[in-house]
């Protein structure tokens, strides 16, 4: 059995929920607040982020990207045409892109900035740098966000899926960033339709319906965050 300490609001754990989901892996989840470095944490992980993920009494598992790699080792061989890497190397060096593209580049210059100001900022003590949203970090948020929504425009027209032909990590890298931004009503779906309708594909997924059904005390889900039809 695996164990997954994350945060329901972090895109980089919500990517590891999804793609243990679309494995069919069980596992058991626990929440953790990563800027209080909590002593269970940095006994799993010095580096004191999350996800982190535990199988039985195995050594931790630290950050999405090991462990996207390592699930594709010890499960994804076994899911066949299911298979969220490529088989080709090309193909695994463009989802392994892709996954980087939404899980740093564009969680660095748009959902990050959203998810602490908007979210994490209501639990975080001052000491940590809780309080009010920074009002200019949210500006270059939503400035940034355009130019990718242009660019994942770009490949959802062009692809089947965003890293080629068949569904793949890098899909769900990029529903797990979106889907934060989305609860908040940060996302102009109005100007991309082609990736509109790619999310509304990966949105009806089992694997997401947990996420779609997540809440934030006082702050309800924007009106598209689980909507099928949106």
């Not at 982190?52 to 699930?71: F, H, Q, T």
């Not at 900022?121 to 355009?146: F, Y």
């Not at 793949?168 to 100007?191: H, K, N, R």
């Amino acid at each position: 059995m695996y164990t997954l300490y994350h945060h329901p609001f972090s895109p980089a754990s919500r990517f590891v929920r999804l793609i243990l989901r679309e494995y069919g892996t069980e596992y058991d989840e626990k929440t953790l607040h990563p800027w209080e470095r909590p002593r269970e944490l940095l006994m799993l992980n010095p580096a004191g982020t999350i996800p982190v993920l535990v199988e039985n009494d195995g050594p931790a598992i630290c950050g999405p990207y090991p462990i996207m790699e390592y699930l594709d080792e010890t499960r994804g061989y076994a899911m066949g045409d299911r298979r969220l890497m490529p088989d080709h190397p090309a193909l695994r060096a463009e989802c392994r892109r892709l996954v980087d593209w939404s899980l740093t580049k564009f969680d660095n210059e748009v959902v990050g900035h959203l998810v602490r100001e908007r979210i994490y900022k209501q639990t975080m003590p001052k000491s940590a740098g809780g309080g009010e949203p920074d009002s200019a970090a949210l500006r270059v948020a939503r400035a940034n966000i355009h130019h990718h929504m242009k660019y994942f425009g770009y490949l959802a027209a062009s692809r089947r899926w965003i890293a080629g032909e068949n569904l793949s990590f890098a899909d769900f890298a990029l529903a797990a960033e979106l889907s934060c931004a989305d609860y908040l009503g940060e996302v102009p779906w109005q100007t991309e339709d082609n990736v509109k309708n790619w999310y509304a594909r990966v949105k009806s997924r089992p694997c997401m319906r947990p996420l779609l059904g997540e809440k934030i005390l006082g702050m309800p889900a924007s009106a598209t965050y689980a909507d099928l039809d949106f």
